[in-house]
Structure formats: structure tokens, C-alpha cells
């Protein structure tokens, strides 16, 4: 018989496994909470102007991106970052500086004195580590790169992609591609040249060499058009409250906006919502244990701010991906992406959009300010990093008060309760931004491996 599957949140993860299962023949309920779909993701256009108030891009790291863009149809909707996007720029005494994209442009960057560059020269020679504790990002650098490429590398870019502290990050959690190249191949150059056949095979793309993509639409095209692909087996406004199991079934609780509770029996519950929601979820089981534990993973709040200017009033000519500032530098934001030289048609002819990230792990205070004065804090910055005079002619704020997950030392203890919850209740799973990754590749990827591994298990 064909199997029932009830889906909780309608983020990219829920969307994604949701899709899968129904494209499989599966009978799927997916439930949101919320009157949108996308979690994350969203995307707004306004005066001409398109920004997005959660993720920019998406990086094609993982093949299941593509499989999942084409299964929806969309291939003919997807965009490329302009090439131009593969500068980026570190800001150093107040200053963007472009970072080097050749060998010869690192041995000649200003960015990173003489004694960083010889560090690297020297890091194929620096033993792996024996595990005798977990390190964090920040020791893991030290120990193979030491202090300035921690400073000036590590640091601004962890803030880029966790708002983050690699102080508290874990290296074998938080980046574990990086940790296995040590552990696999003794050094992380090493690892890169020889790990590039492995992956190779796999089809999977490192990092660096990954493509930045998004949709003429800007991110939101892909929740919006897997959630018409999945039709009325979605319900918005309708939040799962309460989870039992009876007999070989789960009984799912839900409860609409207006107020009409339901039940729905299942085979399958797959939780896609933000793991620090997991308390609100009422599990009737002798054996629920961890959810108020799960609730500890740290969700620092960042606050987005896509700003509007006439060409003319920006001096610097915005031609790169963007700029991260190092926590050393002593500046306000987080860094700020130059996104109408990513994507065209974000802003209006003559003009240009910078969006720009606040707050994280560094400086969740920041994040309070009203709106006015978080609009002039950060201009305080774009002013003299990239000469911009006058005021925004646009602007759009988001205030995510939980962004992202912190992957931090100790993260194992989480993913062995999630794992635990999975093999004392049969028929649920886990799947989202907590899992595997907090990148939307990665949580593509892992709600797509968990779909291929529900449908492998039903033949
Ligand atoms: C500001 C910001 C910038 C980012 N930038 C990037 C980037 O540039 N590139 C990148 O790859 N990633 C980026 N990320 C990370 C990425 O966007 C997220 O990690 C990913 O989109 C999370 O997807 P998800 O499906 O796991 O969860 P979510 O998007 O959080 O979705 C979960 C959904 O579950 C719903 N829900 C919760 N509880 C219930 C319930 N009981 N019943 C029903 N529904 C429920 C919620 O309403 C929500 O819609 C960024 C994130 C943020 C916040």
C-alpha cells in the first residue's frame, strides 16, 4: 500500500523531502505554521528594488540542488552569479582589500604579511591532530595557519557564514569537510589537490569551486514553485502541535489558524522545522527525552538590511561577491554582499543594492537598535569603507531574532539525541538546517538523501 508520510514545516528541507515523497507516488501532508512557505528564504520586490531578507545565493556543493531544481521544472529559471562575483574583499585597516584569487596574488596580497605566507608553505608539514579533544575552528587555524589567517581568512568568513565565532565553533561539526581533509590526507592543500578526484567521482563541489546560483525571481521562486508542485497536500497557517503513536501509525495534531484542530494518522513524520521549535511539539511517548536539551543549540539573531543607492552616490565600484569585515577591525557589521553586481535586475537602471548583515554571535546587540538608528550605524560603516554619500534612496530590513544554528564544540551530544529520538520511535525523522549543514545546499541534501533512503526502505 502506497505509504502516508505527515511533513512538519514547509522551510526548504520540508518542501524538498515533500516533493520527493509525493513525486515517488507517497500520500504526503506537508503542514506550515506560518501564512508563507520558504522559512529562510524570502524574497521581496519593492520600488523596483529586489532583496532578499534571509539567504543571497545558493552554492551548487552538492548535485541534489540541480536534481531538485530540475525535478520543479525551474532549470530555465536559474541564474549565475556574475563572474565578477568570484572577487571578494576582506576589510583590513579600514579598507576593502580584494583577497587573492592565484598563488602569485597571495604572494604579492597586502591583506597577510610575510610570516602568514610562509605559515602556509609550512602547513603540509604540520601533523594532523590525534583527537584528543574536539577543537574549535579558531584552534584548528592557529595550530595549521596561526593568528593573522585566523584574524583576517578564518574569522570574517565564519561571520559570513554563521554569523558566527570560530572561538566556539567546532571544527569537526561546524566544518566537516575540513576537518576529514585533515584527518584523511594529514594537510588541508594536501587534501585539496587529492580530494579534488575524490569528489570529482562524487560529483559533489567543493566551496570554492561550486557555483553560486539563485533565480531570475531572486530564492523565493523555489519555495513558491515547490509548493505549487505539491498543490493542496500543503497546508498554510496549520501548526502540528502534538505527535502519539498507535499501533503501527502516528496520530499528528494540528492546529489552524483559526482555530480548528485536527488529527491525521501516518507512517511516516518527518520534523522540518527550526530545531529550538521542537519544544513547543507535544511528543506522547514513554521515551521523549532531549527536546528541551535540543532547545540549547545557539541561535544567534542577525538582522539583514538591503540598501538602495543612485549609482553616482558610491564611490567604490561594488565589483566583486562583497566585503566581510574581521572582528579585529572593530566595525559594526558583518560584511555586506554587493548584490546588484551578483544578479542583474535587483535595483533600478542608475541604481545599485548592498546588503548588509548585522549582529551574530559578535554583536547580537546591535540588533535591538530601532530602525533608524540601525540604518545610521551601518551607513557609518559603508560610508568610509565604500564612499557613500547621502542616504539610501531604499531600503528593507529583517530582523531574524534565531538565524542560524552554531554548530559549536559539542555539537555530537545533539546529533546523538536526534539520532536516538529516530531509533525509539520508528517512522520519525529529522531533517533541516541542524542535520548536516546549515547552507540551503546542505539541507537540500540531506532531505533528499533521507527521501531516496524512506523510499529504498518502502520497496
Ligand atoms: C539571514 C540569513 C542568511 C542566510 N544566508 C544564507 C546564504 O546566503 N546561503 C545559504 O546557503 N544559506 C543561508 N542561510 C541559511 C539557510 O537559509 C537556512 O539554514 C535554511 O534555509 C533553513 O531551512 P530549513 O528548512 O531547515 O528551516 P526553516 O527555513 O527555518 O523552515 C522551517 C519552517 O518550519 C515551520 N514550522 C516550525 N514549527 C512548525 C510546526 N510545529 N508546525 C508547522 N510548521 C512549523 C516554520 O514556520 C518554518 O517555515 C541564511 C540564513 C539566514 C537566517
Avoid at 176 to 199: F, M, P, T, V
Wanted: hydrophobic share 40%; charged share 25%.
Amino acid at each position: 500500500m502506497t505509504k502516508k508520510v505527515a511533513v512538519i514545516g514547509a522551510g526548504i528541507a520540508g518542501l524538498t523531502i515533500a516533493f520527493k515523497l509525493k513525486q515517488a507516488g507517497w500520500r504526503v501532508s506537508l503542514y506550515e505554521a506560518s501564512p508563507r512557505v520558504g522559512g529562510a528564504i524570502r524574497t521581496e520586490k519593492k520600488q523596483g528594488f529586489l532583496a532578499e531578507l534571509g539567504p543571497n545565493t545558493v552554492l551548487e556543493t552538492s548535485p541534489k540542488v540541480a536534481e531538485l531544481i530540475d525535478a520543479a521544472g525551474l532549470t530555465g529559471e536559474k541564474i549565475y552569479a556574475n563572474d565578477s562575483g568570484q572577487k571578494r574583499f576582506i576589510v583590513r585597516e579600514n579598507k576593502p582589500v580584494a583577497l587573492p584569487g592565484s598563488p602569485i596574488a597571495f604572494i604579492l596580497t597586502p591583506l597577510f604579511g610575510l610570516l602568514t605566507k610562509l605559515k602556509l608553505i609550512r602547513e603540509p608539514f604540520i601533523p594532523a591532530w590525534d583527537n584528543r579533544y574536539e577543537e574549535s575552528l579558531a584552534d584548528f587555524v592557529l595550530r595549521r595557519l596561526g593568528q593573522e589567517f585566523l584574524d583576517y581568512a578564518i574569522n570574517p568568513f565564519v561571520a559570513g557564514v554563521y554569523a558566527g565565532d570560530p572561538g566556539q565553533l567546532s571544527v569537526k561539526h561546524g566544518f566537516a569537510k575540513l576537518y576529514a581533509l585533515e584527518q584523511e590526507y594529514g594537510s588541508l592543500i594536501k587534501g585539496q589537490i587529492k580530494g579534488a578526484k575524490k569528489r570529482k567521482k562524487s560529483a559533489e563541489q567543493s566551496k570554492q569551486s561550486a557555483r553560486m546560483i539563485s533565480f531570475k525571481g531572486g530564492l523565493g521562486t523555489l519555495p513558491e514553485i515547490l509548493a505549487s508542485r505539491l498543490g493542496t497536500d500543503l497546508e498554510t497557517n496549520t501548526k502540528v502541535t502534538a505527535l502519539s503513536r498507535e499501533k503501527d501509525k502516528w496520530i499528528v495534531q494540528v492546529r489552524c489558524d483559526d482555530g480548528a484542530e485536527k488529527t491525521e494518522h501516518a507512517d511516516h513524520v518527518i520534523y522540518a522545522g527550526p530545531v529550538y521549535h521542537l519544544e513547543e511539539l507535544t511528543l506522547n511517548s514513554a521515551n521523549v527525552q532531549g527536546f528541551s536539551e535540543l532547545a540549547e543549540i545557539h541561535h544567534p539573531p542577525v538582522t539583514t538590511l538591503t540598501l538602495g543607492f543612485k549609482r553616482e552616490q558610491v564611490d567604490h565600484p561594488l565589483d566583486g561577491f562583497g566585503m566581510l569585515v574581521p572582528e579585529v577591525e572593530q566595525l559594526n557589521i558583518l560584511g555586506a554582499l554587493f548584490t546588484s553586481t551578483l544578479f542583474p535586475d535587483r535595483a533600478p537602471e542608475g541604481h545599485v543594492t548592498i546588503t548588509v548583515f548585522l549582529g551574530g554571535v559578535r554583536q547580537p546587540d546591535l540588533t535591538k537598535l530601532a530602525d533608524s538608528e540601525l540604518i545610521k550605524t551601518v551607513m557609518a560603516d559603508l560610508s568610509s569603507l565604500l564612499g557613500i554619500k547621502g542616504s539610501p534612496v531604499f531600503h528593507l530590513m529583517k530582523r531574524w531574532l534565531k538565524a542560524i544554528p552554531q554548530y559549536n564544540v559539542g555539537y555530537g551530544k545533539y546529533k546523538a539525541i536526534l539520532s536516538g529520538l529516530e531509533k525509539q520511535h520508528p517512522g520519525l525523522h529529522f531533517t533541516g538546517n541542524y542535520c548536516s549543514g546549515i547552507s540551503v545546499a546542505d539541507t537540500i541534501k540531506h532531505a533528499s538523501e533521507l527521501a531516496e533512503a524512506l523510499i529504498d526502505q518502502a520497496e
